[in-house]
């Protein structure tokens, strides 16, 4: 545990370097980020062990950045928010938080939260990343897309949108929900677009199985 990389994503700048202080001390290696885009940017560079994650962001919101963290990873998320009742609700829609964090909080007690969801996510067995939906499969963690038996050339974020899909076949994505954000991402829904149209030309025999739905976005045909 010693070394764990944690990310903190935190708008509020005294409250970020309080943190990165406790648990630098603590023998953490920490990266900051002070917006959902670069917490997403940031979590792609940086792999880190655990994100700590603040709700209430500018621009991409805490909700969205652990929606985009969790259609590809199981990295520990560790939430922190205003509202007890929130975190509680949260929780229980399973948008992927390990835990919460009410503020105000005492540093010393998110150490110890960190700590315990970091031994917590160490005892885990992680069940693989594998959607198979018709002739298409996708394997996240040898990060492999495959038509039948002929293996996909496909870039990161094209494997990703297409485990995205996959991951609920036959479920229509508005193209908001397929947005990534990031340097490699989709920033817009234009892009989305134009990445849905180059991820079909490389899905050869299987390209008729990623459809576009009239007014609402994309699915992958089960
Ligand atoms: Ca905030």
Redesign the pocket.
Known sequence: MAGARILIV???PRIAEVLERYLKAEGFAVERAADGRRALELWRAANPDLILL????PDVDGFEVARAVRRTSDVPILMVTARAEEADRLIGLGLGADDYIVKPFSPREVVARVRAVLRRAAGQVRPPVHHAVGALTVDLDAFQARCGEAPLDLSPAQLRLLATLAAQPGRAFRRAELLEGGSDGFADERTVDAHVKNLRRRLGACADQLETVRGVGYRLRP
């Open positions: 935190e708008d509020e603040d709700l209430m962001l």
